[in-house]
């Protein structure tokens, strides 16, 4: 089975005009941005792409788009899984997996309510993916509407269900990422956390690398941490201090926050959203936004040439 390069997969956003319609446009050149800083993928069509307020149609557009201007090596993971019924979830799949992506991402809520166990979740899975063929899989542990976590009993068991390589874990819990490492060894699944905070403890612990929300701000400091914390711990540590200070600014307007920050780098990209439409940076938002970028600017100046 093929595997998923260890490395940083920022979360895409989707780009919107003033009207609210996805402005294809901003696509390539918001590709390009994250490639210019060295990320090993993209994960595509993700909650941070708004993908429960995105119809099918305009998710699979939004995914052709990328894999046309992604530049050869860019690893593509992509999800999209928002349905609940199991024919539709395999069309779905079958849909983007067909667009040529490196992986196909399943959003693990979907699959199982939060009063079904674990053996319904299973059972459903092992239902979905029986016809996907070789491609590697992964499972995204998404807060919304429900997070529902895998424990390390259901990583080893669906280590025998599919070609499962890629978990994006929001556990944010440093023992229990241990146990699903554990859990993992004999399976092929790499685990990436999405917890700024708790990222070089995890990639201490053995983890792949990060995919999370805040490699729509600084992506290069995320891979400068995931490429130097063995053989610079000093460095690593720095990095870490900032980038998990800095991780506060999840909690403040996004995804609007992390559009405004990249079209502070020329990336022509309005700061418009679906899920908080009507709402726009503020002078303080602004004020705020522009010094944390600022500041990255400045340690990969100092820290990094």
Same mark, same amino acid.
């Given at each position: 089975?093929k595997?998923?390069?260890n490395?940083?997969y920022?979360t895409m956003?989707?780009?919107?005009? &003033? ?15 994250? &490639?210019e800083r060295?990320?090993a993928g ?7 792409? &708004?993908i ?31 349905a ?23 959003i693990?809520?979907r ?11 299973l ?6 993916t ?12 998404c807060?919304?509407?429900?997070k ?6 259901m ?5 025998e ?6 978990l ?7 023992? &229990? ?35 999370g ?8 400091l ?15 540590e ?6 998990g ?9 996004y ?5 405004h920050t ?11 959203s ?6 726009l ?15 990255a600017q400045?340690?990969?100046?100092e820290?990094l040439?």
């Open positions: 089975m595997t998923i390069p490395g940083v920022p956003v989707t780009p919107f005009t &003033e009207d609210m319609q996805v402005d294809t446009a901003a696509l390539a050149p918001l590709v390009r941005w994250y &490639e060295g990320v993209i994960f595509a069509i993700c909650q941070s792409s &708004e429960f307020y995105l119809s099918f149609q305009e998710r699979l557009q939004i995914l052709r788009e990328i894999m046309r201007a992604k530049q050869p090596g860019t690893v593509i993971l992509a999800s999209g899984h928002t609940y019924d199991p024919a539709t979830q395999i069309y779905e799949a079958q849909a983007f997996i067909a667009e040529g992506i490196d992986a196909y991402v399943f693990s809520n699959f199982a309510t939060p009063q079904e166990d674990d053996d319904t979740f059972r459903r899975v092992a239902n979905v029986k016809g996907l063929g070789d491609i590697p899989l992964g499972v995204y542990e807060p919304y509407p429900y529902r976590l895998l424990s390390p009993d990583i080893r068991r669906m280590g269900i599919g070609n499962f390589a890629f994006k874990d929001t556990c944010c819990n440093v023992d &229990e990422i241990a146990q699903k490492l554990e859990a993992a060894k004999s399976t092929g699944l790499k685990i990436f956390n999405a917890n700024a905070a708790m990222l070089l403890d995890s990639l201490r612990l053995g983890c792949a690398g990060f995919s929300i805040m490699a729509n701000f600084h992506p290069q995320y891979v400068k941490l995931c490429t130097c914390w063995q053989e610079n711990p000093e460095l690593a720095r990095l870490q201090n900032f980038l200070m800095a991780s506060l600014a999840e909690g403040a307007l995804p609007i926050n992390a559009k990249i079209a502070l780098d020329g990336v022509p990209i309005g700061p418009y679906r899920v908080k439409e009507g709402l940076p503020n002078l303080n938002d602004r004020y705020v936004l522009a010094q944390l970028r600022e500041m400045l340690i990969e100046k820290w040439a």
